[in-house]
């Protein structure tokens, strides 16, 4: 049996009707254009609807379709609209062809019309990297901790790709660290051995392009960096705003006496006797070169032969909320992250201090009091990151959110400098797009049956009318 086609209509759908067959019948219908209703609390949404659209998003992205697709975040007037829409169309099951017709005659239709000029790419845009540091005491060939987490979200709208998660939440326990430890090495007595270095790292979501582009800069371009020399181990901070699960992502696993396998046992210290309630193990998956894309940012340290890994609270990086518009603020943990941010903290210190070879006892922790995460400074950062979209696409080097990174990065560190990584022109790895916003108008119209039987009924009415004059004229012409 045919499809109904819906060439030059506009098909709605709320997020909790949508499934990936009624979008795919809708492409196949040679719909005129696709319509996605979000809500605007997204709190409201029952998890399985969240977690069905986060799996379905990977589909969206990698099916190509002429159909132009819109997500909208609904409001009464398109409720409105799409109320209406649903009762023109369910009553086209009327049993009565009169009902059908008279209803298809009156009923109100809308008009959709998008404003905005065809998308095309943009042309040199810089994604930016920030990067910041604090000096170890003791020497000038000291060992140095890398911390990175890239900022920018990912998802199937980038205007509605939020990122609390993934990756807010490293943005949010990176900045705190570099509070936390700015304080330690301000005082002598706790000024350690280590040099750390922080980056918040641009394009994550891009194949951590961010990320390839500082280590050319501080491998291949330059005589004088600290990744050139004694480099302990990169933690890379991505995901970690949820669950009772902490992984450490590693691409090969570390030798036993390493400064890696130091961070490994400690993590392990700190979750068995701070927080017995956090289920902490190692993942160890190889680079694989032959995929298009790598799956953790490490693993870009890795190829540089660089030792790393990635800390997160999910067991793979297939997982959907790492790109998806669904990673909002109301399904980020305070509580997960301020206890992820301890961990952290708490294992960093007993590595650098040598806490464990001295004898001190994994109960005891160091960031306590004066010194203590701040929940009330780690809910507002996410808060700020999360209360506009982080689009790698959105973001140009002038952009509010990267000023106000190398704010709070400057408040704590030192030498903070900015990195720009550009697409090479002739062969570009990446490719941004314009237009990724339009205004949508509805006018209210009537049906082209409107005007038909508007027609009939005039003629109809101008045709009795001339009957009765003729009528009366004929009666008048009797009478005489």
């Not at 205007?159 to 807010?168: E, F, V």
């Not at 956090?278 to 160890?284: E, G, P, T």
Request: charged share 20%; glycine share 4%.
């Amino acid at each position: 049996m045919a499809e109904f086609v819906l060439s030059r209509r506009c098909v709605m759908v709320r997020l909790i009707d949508f499934s990936y067959e009624k979008y795919q019948k809708a492409l196949r219908q040679s719909a005129g254009a696709v319509v996605i209703i979000l809500p605007q609390n997204m709190s409201t949404v029952p998890q399985d609807i969240v977690q069905q659209f986060m799996e379905l998003e990977p589909e969206l992205l990698a099916t190509e379709t002429i159909v132009p697709v819109y997500f909208a975040l609904e409001d009464e007037e398109l409720l409105s609209i799409y109320t209406q829409t649903q009762i023109s169309s369910s009553s086209q099951g009327s049993s009565s062809a009169a009902e059908v017709l008279l209803h298809t005659a009156t009923a109100n239709g809308f008009q959709m019309v998008t404003s905005g000029a065809q998308s095309k790419a943009v042309s040199d845009w810089a994604i930016t990297s920030l990067e910041g540091r604090l000096t170890g005491a003791g020497g000038e060939d000291l060992p140095t901790i890398v911390l990175v987490a890239h900022y920018d979200s990912f998802g199937v709208a980038p205007w509605l790709s939020y990122g609390a998660d993934s990756n807010g939440s490293g943005v949010a326990i990176l900045l705190e660290l570099a509070r936390l430890f700015s304080r330690l090495y301000s005082y002598k007595r706790t000024h350690a051995g280590y040099n750390l270095l922080f980056f918040l790292s641009g394009g994550g979501k891009f194949n951590y392009q961010g990320t390839k582009r500082w280590l050319e800069d501080n491998l291949d371009h330059t005589d004088s960096s600290l990744l050139q020399d004694n480099v302990a181990f990169v933690l890379c901070l991505d995901t970690l705003g949820n669950s009772d699960n902490l992984h450490l992502h590693v691409s090969k696993p570390p030798k036993e006496g390493s400064p890696q396998h130091a961070l490994l046992k400690e993590l392990e210290t700190v979750a068995a006797h701070q927080h017995p309630d956090l289920k902490f193990s190692m993942v160890h998956k190889k680079i694989n070169l032959a995929d298009d894309t790598l799956a953790w940012e490490h693993e870009r340290f890795g190829i540089r032969r660089l030792p790393a890994f990635t800390l997160s609270h999910l067991d793979s990086h297939r997982s959907p909320e790492r790109h998806s518009i669904m990673d909002m603020r109301s399904v980020s943990s305070l509580e997960g992250l301020s206890r992820n941010t301890k961990v952290i903290a708490e294992a960093l210190a007993r590595v650098m201090y040598n806490l464990t070879e001295k004898g001190v006892s994994g109960d005891l922790q160091i960031f306590t009091e004066q010194m203590q995460v701040q929940e009330d400074q780690l809910a507002s950062l996410v808060d700020w990151l999360t209360a506009q979209p982080r689009a790698a696409q959105l973001l140009d080097k002038d952009s509010s959110i990267v000023n106000t990174l190398e704010y709070h990065l400057n408040r704590y560190l030192k030498d903070v400098r900015r990195h720009l990584v550009r697409a090479d022109k002739r062969d570009p790895e990446f490719v941004f797009y314009d237009q990724l916003k339009q205004t949508m108008n509805a006018y209210r119209v009537k049906p082209a049956i409107f005007d038909l039987l508007l027609a009939v009924c005039i003629a109809s009415y101008l045709g009795v009318l001339y009957l009765a004059v003729q009528v009366r004229h004929m009666f008048r012409q009797i009478d005489f």
